[in-house]
Structures are given as C-alpha cells and as structure tokens.
C-alpha cells in the first residue's frame, strides 16, 4: 500500500510575517522558511502507518521553487521513501494544486493521500477538498484520528462543538488537523540518510495544465492596529471599569 | 445577480451564522436565497424564510445530509449553481469542510473566510495567521466564498419568504456517518457567545482549567475558551481552541487569562469589541491589544474578580 503527502514550504511558524511597504504582499527575502506545520503532522501520520506496518511507500510531493527541495529531504528525513518535486516559481492557487496532485496521483496511484488542512501562508483551507472533488474520492478533513485496516479508513473529525467519526473505501484523501498527531523532530542520523534517497523533479510545463492566477491580488495591506490600552490594579478596579466605562457587564 | 446563502445549522436549529452571511450576501448584491440542507430541517428552514431579504428558501433533506457529509451537500448545491451568480456559507467547520469542493466541481477559485465584501467581484480575506489583509478580485462567473461570521452584522428579521422542497441529491456515496460525540452544554456557543473567557497555558492542568475558568464563565453567562497551547497540553477540548487554527471570536467582551498573546492567539481573537488581560508577566504580548491589563497571577487574581462581579 502507497500514502502520498504533499508538502508545502512556507514561512516558518514562529517568524512574524512583514506586509510589504508597497502592499503587493508579504515580504519573504531572507524570511526563514520551513515545512507548513499541517504538513508535518501529515508526514508523521504516513510514516506512523508504514511503522505500523499497514502501507509499505511513503512519498512526498510538493509543487513549489527549488528550494523546496529542502522541505523534501525533511520528509525523507523524517521517514519518507522517496520525493517528486514539480517545479515552479509560480505561487499556484489551490485549484492549480488540486490539478497538478490529481495529476501525479494518476501517475503514481496512491491508496491514501494524507495532507494538511491548510497551509500557514494563504490559510485557504482548500486544496484537500477541492483533490476530493476533482478525483471523485471520499474526503475525509480535519482528522484527528486516522485507521486504515484491509480496504477502508476510519477517520474520526473536528467538527464544530465535537468529533464525527465516518469511513470510506480506499482510495481517500484525508486532511489533517492539530491533533492528529505530535510530528517527530528528524535526527542527524536521518537528516544524513535522506541525503541519499530518491527525489525526482519534474518541470511543471510537462504535466499541460493550466495553473495560472484566476484570482488578480488588489492589495496585500497590514491589519488595522488596535491601539493599546491602560493597566488597572485589582480586580475591583477591573470590573468598575467594564461597568462604568466599557458598558460590557 | 442572484446569491445562493448556504445555512448553518446548530442541533438542528438555525445559527445566527446564516443571518451574519445573508448581510456578506446583501453586499454583493441582488436576489438572496438560503438554501437549508439537513434532516428534521423544516423548522429551520421557516426560521431562514424570516431573515429579512431573502427571496425564497430551498430545503434539502436526508440522513447523509443531516450528518453534514461534504459529499452529499455539493451533490445538491452544484447543480443549483446554474441559477446563480455567487454562493456564500459561514466559515464554520462544515462550510470549510463542504464549500471548496464546489469550486472544485464548477472550475472556478475557492475565496476562503471573507472578512469584507468591497464590490460583487471584490473580497477582503485575512492571510498569514491575520497578519496581513489580502484584496482579491475575481473575474470568473461564478464565485464561491466562505465568510468569516464574525466580521458581518447579523441581517434582521422580518422576511416572509416561500419554502421549496427540492431534491436531497445522490447523497455521500461510498462514505459513510459511523458516529459523533458532539458535546452538550448549557453554555452559549463560543464564535457566537457576547462575553468569551479563556484560559491559557499558566493553567498548568486540566483540573485547574475547569476550577478557575469555567465558574467565572459561568457567572458572566460566558463560552469558554482556550489557548492552542492549553489545548496541545491536554487541559482543554480542541472545539475551545480560539486562534488562527482554532475558532475565530468577536465577542463584547474577552477575558483572557494566563494567555501570553502568541500571534496565532491573537489572529483568533482581536476583533472583539473589549479585550481584558489577566497575566502575572506584564511584558506579555496580550497586554499589547488589552483595552484593560491586570498584571497578577490569576491563581489570587480570579477569586477577587468573582468576588467584585457579586
């Protein structure tokens, strides 16, 4: 059994994203930039299951510059078999991911494609869905728990106020949420045997397919400041406030 | 022009969410339909026909439906699409869950958890965590939005629209509903709640989360909420998560206690009306969007505030 995982490079999560002073977007020169966190939680789930012994291939994908080469090999590092890089300097929307998985999914035939929710950067929450759709597979988002046993995943979800569990026939496209798991740190050992593992690049023109921008970006701009406050003493003092100032209690 | 609004249900009962996207959708423009997809709905599809504006109400009912299968609610919703220019649902769980695989089906782009609509063709949208504000423009015929609830007014009520049974759709195919734990509580919903309190990391356990949190909830009739890093350490339920990954609030009033203010926190929660910051680090970043700072440790700090509320 094969999982694919794509992988998304972006900003790193603990960096403060800057808005560019011309507002056309967010700055990313010399930003330090990581695996999307969805997407590490996705990884370690693959990597679980082939530790399980329940898929036997893990191979990651990411659509992105040749830079994300680098989160390939994190991938690898972390217990992936083998990479594809499709190469792009284009910042694709999520429909044109969803194209170009759908895509590779027909060439390599996975049994289970796990993915993040969504990534850290455009926080779109879509591409999973869209795969979905377009390939005509169960979705299976915002998993919290994933079990693959003979030809079926049971999934259980965050849904709003609590958990769903559902289950489908292979092949599904399971997207993953915070809890699913704890992603492990890649040791030295690792980071230096991923080094020789298989990683494949593929110019994104030999797969035919459309991806250019449907959406035009007007302006990338800071968010409104909220100007600070005052600092009250008691707890006494606080509640005159939101009484007599405030008007909230 | 003509909006489809999807509703958003809660226990069966029509939310406040729906009447928030019915004010996105009276910004775009032109006739307004809410469609009501679920099972037992008929009531909440009368509720949606008194929302003030909207044309007519379609029902669509059916188990797959009723258990919010994404599957089953774009079978029905695509092929409605024929009759309209736009289709709005509140960013909820489900909506994200469900509204890009229209997209998908239609072959057009996915505009996620619009704060702002600027014209019918122009949206406002957070990225990077609400760090930044992105203006989007689309240019194909059919657009296809979810909408942060909190960012609109609610529409009022008044309306008078007709109810139409149409067609449940072919269901969810191959995936099937096993089970839910939805959790029961008589306190009011977090996105929709008017005064939320929240405890952080400082709690230290699980049993210090409910003992210090959840009474002063309780006092000021409040939803409880949390912290990622209260959540990831096991002291409270994921569905309490407030932040960029978790729920977005608006509330009158926020309480957060023992919550340091990481960036991801603050995309969550810093459009509500009055921030209060209970925190014993006074160079903590909530301080930073606090309207009122108490600089203390909540351990003597909260017992003092119950005392003050009465």
Redesign the interface.
């Known amino acids: 059994m094969k999982v694919l995982v794509p992988v998304k490079r972006v900003i790193d999560y603990n960096v403060k994203p800057r808005v560019k002073s011309d507002e056309t977007g967010v700055d990313l020169a010399n930003v330090k930039m990581s695996m999307n966190p969805f997407c590490e939680i996705a990884v370690e789930e693959a990597v679980r299951l082939k530790e399980k012994g329940v898929v036997t291939e893990v191979v990651a994908v990411s659509i992105g510059p040749a830079q994300a080469q680098e989160t390939l090999r994190t991938a690898l590092a972390m217990g992936a078999d083998r990479a594809i890089l499709v190469q792009t300097d284009a910042d694709l929307e999520p429909l044109a991911v969803a194209k170009v998985l759908k895509a590779v999914i027909n060439e390599e035939s996975p049994n289970l494609v796990v993915m993040g929710k969504q990534a850290i950067d455009g926080d779109n929450n879509a591409t999973g869905q869209m795969l979905s759709a377009l390939l005509g597979w169960p979705q299976a988002s915002f998993a919290s728990k994933l079990e693959v046993s003979g030809d079926k995943a049971t999934v259980t979800r965050e849904v709003d106020g609590g958990l769903q569990t559902i289950e489908a026939p292979l092949p599904v496209i399971v997207t993953a949420d915070l809890r699913l798991n704890e992603p492990r740190y890649a040791s030295l050992p690792n980071i230096m045997k991923a080094k020789k593992k298989p990683l494949d690049t593929k110019d994104i023109a030999s797969f035919g397919i459309d991806t250019a921008p449907r959406l035009k970006v007007i302006k990338v701009a800071e968010p409104p400041k909220r100007g600070g406050g005052i600092k009250v003493e008691t707890a006494a003092d606080l509640v005159a406030k939101l009484k007599n100032e405030a008007g909230v209690l | 022009m003509a909006v489809l609004v999807i509703a958003d249900l809660?226990?069966g009962a029509l939310s406040d969410n729906t009447h928030k996207t019915v004010s996105a959708a009276k910004a775009i423009g032109g006739d307004i339909d809410i469609l009501v997809v679920g099972k037992d709905a008929k009531s909440a599809a009368d509720a949606a026909a008194k929302i003030e504006g909207v044309r007519k109400v379609l029902l669509a009912q059916s188990d797959d439906l009723g258990?919010?299968?994404?599957?089953a609610i774009?079978a029905v919703v695509v092929p409605l699409m024929s009759g309209y220019d736009a289709v709005l649902t509140p960013a909820?769980?489900?909506g994200?869950?469900?509204?890009?695989?229209?997209?998908?089906?239609l072959?057009?782009?996915?505009?996620?958890?619009v704060v702002e609509v600027v014209d019918a063709s122009?949206f406002v949208?957070?990225?990077?965590?609400?760090?930044?504000?992105?203006?989007?423009?689309?240019?194909?015929a059919k657009k296809v939005v979810t909408v942060r609830p909190t960012a609109f007014k609610a529409a009022g009520e008044g309306g008078s629209a007709s109810v139409e049974d149409i067609d449940a759709g072919a269901g969810a195919?191959?995936?099937?509903?096993?089970?839910?734990?939805?959790?029961k509580s008589e306190r009011p919903?977090l996105t929709g709640a008017k005064?939320v309190v929240s405890g952080g990391r400082a709690m230290g356990s699980a049993e210090e989360f409910q003992k210090v949190i959840e009474p002063l909830a309780d006092k000021?009739g409040a939803a409880v909420g949390a912290s990622?890093a209260a959540?990831?350490a096991g002291y409270a339920p994921?569905?309490y998560q407030v932040g960029?990954?978790g729920k977005v609030v608006a509330p009158?009033?926020y309480i957060a206690i023992g919550i340091s203010g990481a960036?991801q926190h603050l995309a969550g929660m810093?459009d509500s009306?009055?921030?209060?910051a209970i925190n014993k680090d006074?160079d903590a970043p909530i301080?930073?969007?606090?309207?009122?700072?108490?600089?203390?440790d909540y351990k003597a700090?909260?017992p003092?505030?119950m005392?003050?509320?009465g």
């Open positions: 809660n226990a258990h919010g299968l994404a599957e774009e909820t769980s489900q994200k869950n469900f509204s890009p695989r229209i997209a998908a089906k072959d057009v782009s996915h505009i996620s958890d122009t949208r957070p990225i990077y965590a609400g760090n930044a504000l992105e203006t989007v423009q689309s240019s194909e195919g191959p995936t099937k509903f096993v089970g839910e734990e939805i959790v919903e005064i000021l990622r959540v990831d994921n569905d960029q990954t009158e009033l960036i810093k009306r009055i921030i209060v006074g301080f930073q969007v606090a309207d009122y700072g108490l600089v203390a700090a909260v003092e505030l005392s003050a509320l």
